[in-house]
């Protein structure tokens, strides 16, 4: 009795790889690899390279050396340092880090700066104004209390 199957396509499994079953094998066996060995970048160099005497030999290495060495010193970058100009700033006298101009209305114009003074000191500015000295989040700063008309 021969069954009929409503799928004659799935019972060839060589041809469809849907069909499932084991995968079939390869035929060619035993089939070794056959490597070539290469020659290396130096062993090339070498067989290539004149027979120079010792002398002149050492006297290329040494230009090489110094080739190489003049490149280096060539592509290296030189830092550059950042010009402060000190021409119209002075220094202050408790902090020698910090400094003024000598053109600021406020007692700093005096040579009385915000940091070195106390806090909440009252003192004329060069332009004759009364001043005091507050505190801000960042530091200390003059802050203009009256306006005197001289």
């Known amino acids: 009795m021969t069954r009929l199957s409503r799928f004659p396509f799935l019972s060839i499994g060589k041809f469809f790889s849907f069909s499932g079953g084991a ?15 290469k020659k290396t970048r ?4 070498k067989t ?13 290495r040494i230009i090489g050396k110094k080739r190489s060495i003049n490149k280096r010193t060539r592509a290296r970058t030189v830092k550059k340092i950042p010009k402060i100009y000190t021409k119209n700033k002075k220094q202050c006298n408790c902090d020698q880090s910090r400094s003024y101009q000598g053109n600021e209305p406020s007692p700093k114009g005096l ?3 915000a940091h070195c003074t106390p806090l909440n000191v009252t003192m004329k500015g060069s332009d004759g104004n009364l001043w005091e000295n507050q505190k801000y989040s960042k530091g200390k700063k003059w802050v203009k209390v009256r306006v005197d008309m001289n």
Not at 48 to 60: G, I, P, Q
Request: include cysteine.
């Open 23 to 37: 995968k079939e094998k390869n035929k060619r066996k035993n089939t070794k690899k056959k490597t070539k060995r």
């Open 42 to 45: 130096n062993t090339i160099h």
């Open 48 to 60: 290539k390279r004149k027979n120079l005497s010792r002398k002149k030999d050492t006297r290329k």
């Open 111 to 113: 040579g009385f700066c």
